[in-house]
């Protein structure tokens, strides 16, 4: 097979990983192709280097050969997909070449996993060796880490990749023995709590020896599929607030379920809105930015974010009690509940309060995304009254005045 098909294949079949970039998008399908302008499709994700900067990446996989049967995969041992197979060689000269040119500033690369965990591995590890030792490569690198592969093994990737990946794929161990019955969720979590404890260790060095070498600097980061089992958003944030906790993860990624061809009839048969992936994605960052706890979140009853609402503001309509919250006298995690101001304007805030108080006119040169903050706060100048707090947002159908939540 030559190169151009492979790289055709493999780097399709990646685009159902999102740990290395958000998916929310734009659709994504299991079959058929992307079309111009498509984010989702193959080749090349954007991701964000630890300092903030977008990165773009080649998103390979080093072949979608797979030993695995894991149900919701489209790269499952039953699937009867064209397969292909990179040599390492050729993953390091796509790499450079692509970099040469300038299309990308760095490399992710997973894989299916063939012959054994340490064998393919061993292949992923070699790619990235290559590429540093041998070509001098500065670029970014973010791998795929098999779970049951020998610990040596995942030193070596974080030795030489700056950002490590472990899917959990699915939110409850129960979840996982159904669909995915050769994977262990303990496995999972051993491999997660080993890069921890190897960051740790080499920071630790670090600091005593500053020509110690690194270990993954940009941290680890994990993916759960939403909407292959019946996993409530509730139980999916609780899962990602403990992984959190747990094993010190720079992101939790979600990607909603794309129906794969001959699927079992354990899987449902429609995707979920991606509109419940983009929510998930403001509620994981609510959870890392602005103290919310993930009990906290999901306020309806069945578990379930609400689609129409943004999780903040579902939670300040749940909370009336809390509001109007005076700005001049609050303080940063009250502020932070605070609908439509987000983390740098609370800080602006705290910073001109030290100065003087604060107009309603201040916070809409500082842009705050006042039709959403004006029904829940007050300055030196402005309470809000039930007119205003009736015309903030509604629940769903935005315009039907039998859905909107007066906050007074």
Not at 111 to 128: C, R, W
Not at 327 to 354: E, F, M
Request: aromatic content about 8%.
């Amino acid at each position: 097979m030559d190169l151009a098909r492979k790289l055709s294949i493999l780097a399709d079949a990646a685009k159902y990983d999102a740990s290395c970039a958000s998916s929310g998008a734009g659709g994504r399908s299991s079959s058929g192709s992307a079309g111009i302008g498509s984010t989702t499709g193959m080749g090349i994700c954007h991701s964000y280097a630890p300092d903030g900067r977008c990165i773009s990446l080649l998103k390979l996989l080093l072949t979608n050969f797979c030993l695995y049967d894991c149900q919701y995969c489209v790269n499952r041992r039953s699937s009867d997909i064209p397969r292909a197979r990179f040599a390492v060689e050729e993953v390091v000269q796509l790499t450079l070449d692509f970099y040469r040119r300038n299309y990308i500033e760095g490399l992710f690369l997973s894989s299916g996993i063939i012959q054994s965990p340490d064998y393919t591995m061993e292949q992923l590890v070699e790619v990235a060796r290559t590429l540093r030792e041998v070509h001098d490569f500065r670029g970014y690198i973010h791998l795929k880490t098999i779970p049951e592969a020998d610990e040596r093994l995942i030193g070596l990737a974080g030795r030489y990749a700056d950002r490590l990946s472990v899917n959990i794929e699915l939110p409850t161990s129960a979840s996982l023995v159904a669909l995915a019955p050769e994977k262990s969720i303990q496995t999972i979590k051993v491999a997660m709590a080993n890069i921890r404890t190897k960051r740790e260790e080499a920071k630790a060095e670090r600091s005593e020896d500053t020509r110690a070498p690194r270990f993954a600097s940009a941290g680890q980061s994990t993916q759960m599929i939403v909407g292959a089992d019946t996993s409530s958003d509730a139980t999916i944030l609780a899962t990602a607030s403990t992984l959190y906790a747990s094993y010190a993860l720079k992101r939790v990624y979600y990607s909603a379920y794309s129906p794969i061809p001959r699927a079992s009839s354990r899987l449902p048969g429609k995707a979920p809105p991606l509109r419940r992936e983009h929510r998930l994605y403001q509620a994981d960052w609510l959870m890392r930015h602005y103290g919310f706890k993930a009990s906290e979140i999901a306020v309806a009853a069945d578990g379930n974010l609400d689609l129409e609402t943004d999780p903040k503001l579902a939670w300040a309509l749940a909370h009336r009690d809390y509001f109007p919250v005076d700005v001049n006298r609050a303080d940063k995690s009250t502020l932070l509940r605070i609908p439509g101001i987000g983390v740098r304007n609370v800080k602006r805030i705290l910073a001109i309060r030290r100065q003087r108080r604060l107009r309603y006119d201040d916070l809409v040169k500082l842009r705050c995304d006042i039709d959403k903050a004006k029904a829940f706060v007050i300055t030196l100048d402005w309470r809000p009254g039930a007119a205003a707090a009736s015309s903030a947002v509604t629940r769903a159908s935005p315009g039907s005045p039998s859905q909107q939540l007066p906050l007074l």
